[in-house]
């Protein structure tokens, strides 16, 4: 079985400050990762997604993400927050094998203060 | 180009009732999954449909929900005689052709409220 777990479901961090989003994976295979960010009342849009290939992921709206086996971890980032970031992020793992479905974290609602 | 579209975007329902959530997918998208939203948690797999074939229903309960997806027109997830314990966000995602590592494209969501 899969799972993701998200820590610190409320983050607040000042305008042009790092973003520091964690994640822990659990997975008895190898894993494939994706960061989803949900604008109140709308739908998730895809920020990244980890497929093996590199473990430095770049993402939309200056985000990205390291893969780290090691610690099973797959946190996202980003330099320098701005107002628009402020929104709920959630982090979801699959098999990726075929169309899989996804599963999903908590979440964690982003709050930037100016 | 549209998005994946979910009607209605908010549903009110009294215990008892029937509730009909719709999902159009992008064009072209003939893969469908159903998630499930309640509050203060992430979301939960129910179900993931092709084209008139239900693929992967692990994540639906056993009574009084049920999913389709027709060959022509949207896809639709039915629950019967409502409880409040199913007030939730309800989120349709779309995949092209469900090939290795595909995106999965969300609608906006169907706020289902049972009072």
């Known amino acids: 079985a899969q799972s993701v777990t998200q820590l610190g479901s409320h983050v607040s961090v000042s305008e042009g400050a790092l973003v520091l989003l964690r994640c822990n994976y659990s997975s008895s295979v190898p894993p494939y990762l994706f960061w989803y960010v949900q604008y109140p009342n709308q739908g998730l849009q895809l920020l990244l997604k980890y497929t093996s290939a590199a473990t430095l992921v770049k993402g939309i709206n200056g985000f990205e993400a390291e893969f780290k086996k090691s610690e099973t971890s797959f946190h996202l980032t980003k330099p320098s927050a701005h107002m628009s970031d402020a929104a709920e992020y959630f982090c979801a793992v699959s098999r990726g094998f075929g169309n899989e479905k996804l599963t999903f974290g908590t979440g964690t609602r982003l709050t930037i203060i100016p | 180009n549209a998005g994946v579209m979910q009607n209605p975007r908010h549903l009110v329902r009294r215990r008892g009732q029937e509730a009909r959530l719709r999902c159009s997918p992008m064009k072209g998208h003939s893969h469908v999954y159903w998630y499930r939203q309640l509050p203060e948690e992430g979301l939960k797999f129910m179900v993931y449909?092709?084209?008139?074939?239900?693929?992967?229903e692990s994540g639906m309960p056993k009574e009084r929900f049920s999913a389709e997806f027709p060959k022509e027109g949207p896809s639709i997830l039915r629950i019967q005689q409502v409880v409040r314990g199913d007030s939730a966000a309800y989120f349709c995602?779309?995949?092209?052709?469900?090939?290795?590592?595909?995106?999965?494209?969300f609608g906006p969501g169907t706020r289902l409220l049972v009072l």
């Open positions: 995602a779309s995949s092209l052709s469900g090939v290795f590592q595909e995106t999965q494209y």
């Open positions: 449909l092709q084209k008139e074939n239900i693929i992967d």
